[in-house]
């Protein structure tokens, strides 16, 4: 069993069992779908590391006055963040048009109750992982604490958090692999930040060859 595969059915077992609403727990007890599986695997568990402040198949109270399910609710403190993972034959080719009305009307709903809206296609799981998990990572960006400064990007704010996680020097490399950016545009980021104050080089003078938080 991969460490994902144990995290997730740790994670997923934890909310059936702490669940008190039926007919959620009865949608947590059929499984997850296969694309938020997939999205959660190959996606968010390599980019974030943890599967914390997930919520699968939420359920919310519109402005209409009913209930819709999330596939997943991103909720650090209690915030409003939004994934939906959408299949290319339901969502686009073979959809009812009453089923692409009320898709529709969930997302404005939601966006309306001031919730952070992600729809991930599942062929961009497959296809464009890298730029995946930038959205990701951009996505996870909005909700960081607010002790980091307004005037940081993403990229900047993502690279700040990567380093906290770590607590340990680390190169540029292990930055853009967890960015997917390029060398050169992760090293522009790095020395951004070391301008900034916000990233301390480690070791290296004419070529630094690794960061890390200011003590």
């Known amino acids: 069993m991969s460490l ?3 995290t997730y059915d740790l994670w997923l077992e934890n909310h059936i069992t702490r669940e008190k609403n039926p007919r959620v727990r009865e949608l947590l007890q059929n499984g997850l779908g296969h694309g938020t599986v ?3 695997r190959s996606i968010w568990y390599p980019a974030v590391g ?3 402040h997930l919520y699968p198949e939420h359920e919310v109270r519109d402005f209409n006055n009913g209930y819709r399910y999330l596939d997943l609710a991103y909720r650090p403190g209690g915030a409003k963040g939004c994934i939906e993972i959408h299949g290319y034959r339901s969502h686009a ?3 009812e048009v009453s089923r692409f009305k009320d898709l529709c009307m969930k997302q404005a709903l939601l966006v309306l109750d001031d919730w952070i809206f992600l729809p991930i296609a599942y062929l961009s799981i497959k296809d464009d992982p890298g ?3 930038r959205l990701v990572l951009a996505f996870v960006g909005k909700f960081l604490s607010t002790t980091l400064p307004g005037e940081l990007n993403w990229a900047e704010s993502e690279t700040v958090r990567f380093g906290r996680r770590l607590m340990r020097p680390f190169t540029p490399q292990e ?3 967890h960015l997917q950016l390029t060398d050169r545009h992760t090293r522009t980021i790095l020395l951004e930040l070391v301008k900034k104050n916000r990233i301390d080089v480690a070791s290296g003078s004419l070529r630094y060859r690794t960061f890390r938080l200011p003590k």
């Open 175 to 177: 930055l853009s692999t």
């Open 38 to 40: 997939e999205f959660l």
């Open 93 to 95: 080719r073979d959809i």
């Open 4 to 6: 994902f595969e144990h």
């Open 131 to 133: 730029v995946t998990v």
């Open 50 to 52: 943890n599967l914390d």
